[in-house]
């Protein structure tokens, strides 16, 4: 055997070798080889492209145009209505499109079948813009062949109206200017209410206190605390003995009002206590919350007697019928419902998605009122839930609705920093507002009718409490 000496000699020996062998392989011009044989190359094969297009539909507006419906019965109440934007929708492309929306300004109308290549379809909008903005395809959920074509935008010629339809001239709305401001709060004062032997009134405010004032002086009797937050609702019981409030710490409470003592404190809601009633024959306590949920309590004990969480979305505004069987609120994604204290649904309202921020019965309970965000009112007839008016003057959202003890007015309070009387005459109401109450500098949040239904008191953003006298002559 090889000693260690040896073989490390060895490897000294050889190692220089592969260079070496490198070096003359190169200098020789020659390349290595494996077995004897030079490497090839073998070009790769290129495919020609193609001129295959992939199949696409293709939707794009045709066509737009106005024209007019025909008078229902012949009646023109509402010559706007007659007016109808068509527009015809095509699919100019080579596949079948499947379902898409089609948006003309804030209407939108969805076409779930789709649409084969080649056909249209006509859709019709009651809009009167003379410059509509349309839009094909909203959510984009088509994959087509040309995605620059889907707007369409351009001045169109609005049709004369019939002249038995022209609307007859509107009379200009009185202005009306408050008669007592009342100062004290020192923030937003979302809640107000009237007692019912309207001497007292009552204002809840931003800075977490319940005011309580002497309506004829105008005169601050008593400042109330006990919530933690701000308080968003309040109202007086029947006999006026008891108010009762609710807040954003969630709770409601009952306050002795001769002598602004806590009473009772109502817990259960897992959210904002948006709004409450307290039933006619003042047995109840209904409240609303952003927690999705309707409550009703006995006002008694304070026990909790039913929760109503049927998927529901925000609750805005609650409101007992006038003879205390039903209840009614209104929500944030445009539902207004009706629902008997038995647990019987009634009436599911819904003609827009926009947030339904008020609702109040009629003193009949023959029509219910409901205000929404766009400034809207809408008029339902509770038997069938028929809808009898659309009302349209505000020009920012509704924040409360109130209507006289006799029926004859409806009050409305807006985001704009205004207020609106509007006529009710045999159950007709008027297409604009009789008087509009101006002096509020920022946005209306509450609003109430003395039990006598001779004056109206708002609460604003503004801080304050409004006095406004509804002046006897004059009026209908």
């Not at 084969?116 to 009651?126: M, N, P, V």
């Not at 004062?189 to 309580?212: I, K």
């Not at 505000?394 to 006799?406: G, R």
């Amino acid at each position: 055997m090889m000693s260690i000496l040896a073989v490390r000699r060895l490897w000294f020996a050889l190692r220089p070798l592969p260079v070496a062998m490198l070096v003359f392989s190169l200098l020789a011009g020659c390349s290595w080889q494996v077995n004897g044989r030079q490497p090839t190359f073998t070009p790769i094969a290129l495919n020609p492209p193609t001129n295959t297009v992939t199949a696409l539909p293709d939707l794009l507006v045709e066509d737009v145009y106005y024209d007019l419906a025909a008078p229902v019965n012949g009646a023109c109440d509402s010559p706007e209505d007659l007016i109808r934007l068509h527009v015809i929708v095509a699919n100019r492309g080579d596949l079948a499109a499947g379902p898409f929306t089609v948006q003309a300004d804030a209407a939108f109308q969805s076409v779930p079948s789709g649409l084969e290549a080649g056909e249209q379809i006509h859709l019709t909008f009651a809009i009167d813009n003379s410059l509509p903005q349309i839009r094909v395809d909203v959510a984009s959920s088509v994959n087509e062949s040309d995605e620059t074509n889907n707007r369409f935008s351009r001045l169109l010629e609005l049709p004369a109206l019939p002249p038995d339809c022209l609307a007859t001239p509107t009379p200009q709305a009185l202005s009306l200017q408050p008669k007592r401001t009342l100062e004290g709060h020192t923030a937003s004062v979302l809640a107000v209410a009237f007692a019912p032997d309207g001497g007292l009134a009552a204002s809840g405010s931003v800075d977490n206190t319940v005011r309580l004032w002497a309506v004829e002086e105008g005169r601050l009797l008593r400042t109330m605390q006990g919530h933690s937050f701000p308080i968003l609702c309040l109202k007086f019981t029947p006999n006026g003995s008891q108010l009762v409030t609710g807040s954003m710490d969630g709770l409601l409470r009952s306050w002795q009002v001769a002598n602004s003592g806590l009473l009772r404190t109502l817990r259960g809601h897992a959210g904002w206590v948006t709004s409450l009633d307290i039933s006619p024959n003042g047995q109840f306590v209904v409240s609303g919350s952003d927690d999705f949920t309707v409550r009703i309590w006995r006002l008694s004990n304070a026990a909790l007697m039913q929760t109503i969480d049927e998927g529901m979305t925000e609750i805005n505004s609650v409101v007992f019928s006038s003879d205390s069987s039903r209840i009614a609120w209104a929500e944030a994604n445009g539902m207004v419902r009706v629902r008997t204290l038995a647990g019987e649904w009634r009436l599911l309202l819904k003609d827009t998605s926009l947030a339904a921020t008020s609702v109040v019965f009629s003193p009949q309970d023959d029509w219910l009122a409901a205000g929404y965000a766009d400034g809207s009112i809408r008029i339902w007839r509770v038997s069938d839930g028929v809808l009898q008016a659309l009302l349209k003057d505000h020009v920012q959202a509704i924040t409360s609705l109130a209507v006289s003890p006799d029926g004859r007015w409806l009050v409305s309070a807006s985001k704009d920093g205004t207020l609106r009387l509007w006529s009710i005459q045999s159950g007709s109401f008027a297409r604009a507002p009789t008087a509009i109450l101006i002096g509020h500098e920022k946005s209306v949040n509450d609003v109430d009718f003395s039990p006598r239904g001779d004056l109206i008191i708002s609460g604003s953003e503004d801080g304050t409490v409004r006095l406004w006298e509804i002046p006897p002559e004059g009026f209908p």
